[in-house]
């Protein structure tokens, strides 16, 4: 249930029911703002979110993965009903409002090298995540410091208790 340009590799419109495929690398602008689902987890290999991909979109949690390196602005624009972010490593540029007007949002979990990284201070940045600061951004400790002086514009608390260097335990079959 999605349109998409397999030359181009990018999902261009999606339903609410919609999967995205494994194979798409970029999010075109508004290719997934109908999707209504609660958890997303979006395909090792894409590579950019474009403008206002989930604008409005229903959904409550988003897995970024670590090949993502740019999330364009306004990507979740309005995304009212987001509680959990997840951001990859691979996070290299966030743009301006990507966030705006998602205030319900408890926790981001973030893998972003701070020092590699663009985020664009948009107009609405008191208008994204929780008031005073309730929203929790979870970094990894040895970077709390960057976080909390390079992007303390935005209106979260930065906690540093990421862990580092832990590569994911996949399940592994006994060999007899």
Not at 52 to 68: C, G, L, Q
């Amino acid at each position: 249930y999605a349109l998409s340009n397999r030359q181009t590799k990018t999902l261009i419109a999606s339903t609410r029911k919609s999967e995205i495929p494994d194979w798409i690398e970029t999010i075109g602008p508004r290719g997934a703002n109908n999707v209504y689902r609660e958890t997303i987890t979006l395909p090792d290999g894409l590579k950019s979110i474009g403008q206002y991909a989930f604008w409005y979109a229903k959904i409550t949690e988003i897995r970024i993965p670590n090949s993502v390196e740019t999330i364009s602005s306004y990507v979740f624009q309005g995304c009212s009903s987001l509680l959990t972010v997840y951001i990859g490593k691979g996070v290299k540029s966030i743009g301006r409002d990507a966030f705006e007007y998602c205030r319900n949002i408890l926790d981001i979990y973030c893998e972003a090298d701070p020092e590699h990284l663009a985020w664009s201070h948009g107009n609405y940045e008191n208008q994204a995540f929780m008031a005073d600061g309730k929203t929790l951004m979870h970094v990894r400790a040895e970077d709390l410091e960057t976080w909390q002086t390079k992007f303390d514009f935005l209106n979260v608390t930065f906690v540093g208790d990421l862990a580092t260097g832990i590569e994911p335990i996949y399940d592994m079959k006994t060999i007899d």
